[in-house]
Every structure is written in structure tokens, then in C-alpha cells.
């Protein structure tokens, strides 16, 4: 396993719009989330969580602060190079898995594994399926999955390129309770296996148990509460 370092925001602020339509987005935000640790992030609808996962996944720039991923300093980066370790270092798991529809389950690894050929862990998609417990439902597409199965194949392929950040948002969004349950636990156990850095945004109070540590995002700001 190499040296990680995890996710630093320090002092990040982000402003949508122009002129008096100006919100602040995030307001001179800190967090630090190390190798191992599942974070959850908390709060109401526009208070700026979205900001906080595009800015931590280098989708976003912020007007001022810094964003360091394993030391890497992503702010300084071009768009090129950005995209370039968007693509090799950081996974993203979306609310609905955002699975392509032609693809199977396994053919969904396969894919990521073909653009970011840089696994050194031994695991190929077949253990990545397996160890979501995925490997009958292989050859599915993702109409012929559930809501929950859909998730745990889109957990695996955010980890198929072994990322050193893993950003979550909203994952059971579309589940019901014990498979939310289910789902974050996998979360959970990903992260202390992989020693992924993960930041979860979630309204689903139920499944913060599995969660390291829980931080609450209103009007922009970020409380420990």
C-alpha cells in the first residue's frame, strides 16, 4: 500500500453567481479526512454540500483556499491535469450508481480498469465484485439490478482504479432501510480495507453509526457540532 496522506480543504470559499445574485457556497471551509476515515457530511438542502464534493473532486476551483489530495496540491493544477487525476485518483459513487446502461456488472469494472490501468494490489474486477457481493449478478446489466445492487456495483467500480479519494453523495437516496444500512456498512468496510479517504453527503440520519465522523454544512460553513 502507498503512502497517503487523505483530503485537506483549508480556508476554501466558492461563489456562485454574479452581482447581486451572488451566493457564497462555501464560506473559508476546513476539513481534513485521513486514509481509512468515512466522513459523513450532513445538512440542509443548499447549504453547500454539493460545492464541498465538486471542489474536493476537482470538478470545481475555489475562488480562494486550498484543496490537497495525497499532497497533491489540485488547485494549481490545469484542467488537463485535473482531469488526469480525477480520473486516476479519485472515485466518485453517485445516487443512483450511475451505471452504464449497455454495460454489465462486470463489464462496468472491466471499462475502468482499461482507462486507469493503475491497480498494484493484485485485485481485479472479479475480486472487486466479489467483495461487494456482486459475482452472481456479473453478467446484469442495470436495469436487471436492484437499487441496492446497482449501488454495490457502483461501489466497486469507484474503487476499481484504487483511488486515494472516494466522494459519495447521497447514496441511499433511492433505498430503503435495510439496504441503506447494508450499502453504508459496505462503505464503511471499503474505506478500512482500501485506506480510501471518503466523504459521504447524506439527509439519511439511520446510517451515520457506520460513519467515522459526522460533520454538519450549513449556509456554507462547516460545524463539528
Do not use: W
Not at 2 to 25: E, F, H, M, P
Not at 129 to 137: I, Q
Amino acid at each position: 500500500m502507498k503512502n497517503r496522506t487523505g483530503l485537506t480543504l483549508s480556508g476554501v470559499t466558492v461563489r456562485l453567481g454574479d452581482g447581486d445574485a451572488t451566493v457564497t457556497a462555501l464560506d473559508e471551509v476546513d476539513l481534513t479526512v485521513a486514509p481509512g476515515e468515512l466522513v459523513a457530511v450532513v445538512g440542509p438542502s443548499g447549504a453547500g454540500k454539493s460545492s464541498l464534493l465538486a471542489v474536493a473532486g476537482a470538478l470545481t476551483v475555489p475562488e480562494q483556499g486550498t484543496v490537497t489530495v495525497d499532497g497533491h496540491d489540485v488547485v494549481g493544477m490545469t484542467v488537463k491535469q485535473r482531469a488526469a487525476y480525477r480520473r486516476d485518483h479519485i472515485g466518485f459513487v453517485f445516487q443512483s450508481g450511475n451505471l452504464i446502461p449497455a454495460l454489465t456488472a462486470l463489464e462496468q469494472l472491466r471499462l475502468v480498469a482499461k482507462l486507469s490501468p493503475r491497480r498494484a494490489d493484485g485485485r481485479g474486477p472479479a475480486d472487486l465484485l466479489a467483495e461487494v457481493g456482486m459475482t452472481h449478478k456479473a453478467d446484469r446489466r442495470p436495469h436487471q439490478l436492484s437499487g441496492g445492487e446497482r449501488q454495490r456495483v457502483g461501489i466497486a467500480r469507484a474503487l476499481m482504479g484504487q483511488p486515494s479519494l472516494l466522494l459519495v453523495d447521497e447514496p441511499t437516496a433511492a433505498l430503503d432501510r435495510a439496504r441503506s444500512h447494508d450499502v453504508v456498512r459496505l462503505i464503511a468496510e471499503q474505506t478500512k480495507g482500501t485506506q480510501v479517504a471518503t466523504v459521504m453527503v447524506t439527509h439519511d440520519h439511520d446510517v451515520l453509526e457506520h460513519c467515522d465522523r459526522v460533520v454538519e454544512m450549513i449556509d456554507g460553513r462547516l460545524s463539528t457540532g
